[in-house]
């Protein structure tokens, strides 16, 4: 079994900062990237930031120079530290993660449950 659980959301005031992180459990082989999504009231789910298993990074327009992705392979955790938050930022926020688990030969994209980030004008 594979879990990944998250943690770091809440309610800041606009211009606040928070800071996600996505631990990955469970019978894991390998990681590749990993990633953070996140899905505004009443819109689809989108990409926020990326991660690649060499350390490449990509990210939204709307939040290049204001959001950073990490990740720890050690500790099979993926980190979003979010700076000079807005309203717009307001979102549940999923971790996704392709892993290959033991017993198996295939990747698979793996989400987390979602955290709730609220932020207030």
């Known amino acids: 079994q594979v879990q990944l659980v998250e943690s770091g959301g809440g309610l800041v005031q606009a211009g606040g900062s928070l800071r996600l992180s996505c631990v990955a459990s469970g019978s894991i082989r390998s990681i590749n990237a990993m990633g953070w999504y996140r899905q505004p009231p009443g819109k689809q789910r989108e990409l926020v930031a990326g991660?690649?298993?060499?350390?490449?990074?990509n990210y939204a327009d709307s939040v290049k120079g204001r959001f950073t992705i990490s990740r720890d392979n050690a500790k099979r955790t993926v980190t979003l530290q979010m700076n000079s938050l807005k309203p717009e930022d307001t979102a549940v926020y999923y971790c996704?993660?392709?892993?290959?688990?033991?017993?198996?030969?295939?990747?698979?994209?793996?989400w987390g449950q979602g955290t709730q980030v609220t932020v207030s004008s």
């Open positions: 991660i690649s298993s060499g350390g490449s990074t």
């Open positions: 996704n993660v392709g892993l290959l688990i033991y017993g198996s030969d295939a990747w698979r994209q793996y």
